[in-house]
């Protein structure tokens, strides 16, 4: 496969490819293309590789790369997007838990861990 010069999106960068072998079927030499990805916000950073073989067009490869990248972004962001709970929000989590909590007792009283009736 002669050199070859992606489009990346921002945020990535074309590292290059390399020869891995040949397809058993069709005897086709197969090629993986190497991507580094880094989110600015998180600081995160991954090696995508992403084999093809000579019928597949360099606008393919870039569009795979761009969709792993959107992938990579979603799952990192996703990831710390969790916000801590306002005061109001742990007072309503402690009711929560409290009333749990008391149900949970009220199934030990009974005898058939269920509750059908009051605990004693």
């Given at each position: 496969m002669n050199p070859v010069e992606?489009?990346?999106?921002?945020?990535?960068?074309?590292?290059?490819?390399?020869?891995?072998?040949?397809?058993?079927?069709?005897?086709?030499?197969?090629?993986?293309?190497?991507?580094?990805?880094?989110?600015?916000?998180?600081?995160?950073?991954?090696?995508?590789?992403?084999?093809?073989?000579?019928?597949?067009?360099?606008?393919?490869?870039?569009?795979?790369?761009?969709q792993a990248l959107e992938n990579f972004l979603l799952e990192c962001r996703g990831i710390t997007s969790k916000k801590k709970p306002t005061a109001s929000q742990r007072k309503e989590i402690g009711k929560q838990l409290k009333e749990f909590k008391l149900y949970a007792e009220k199934r030990r009283e009974s005898t058939n861990n269920r509750i059908y009736y009051k605990g004693v």
């Open positions: 992606l489009w990346t999106p921002q945020g990535s960068t074309y590292v290059g490819y390399q020869g891995v072998g040949f397809n058993v079927e069709t005897g086709v030499s197969i090629v993986v293309h190497t991507f580094q990805f880094r989110d600015p916000v998180t600081g995160r950073s991954q090696v995508v590789k992403i084999p093809a073989d000579p019928s597949i067009s360099p606008s393919h490869i870039e569009d795979m790369a761009a």
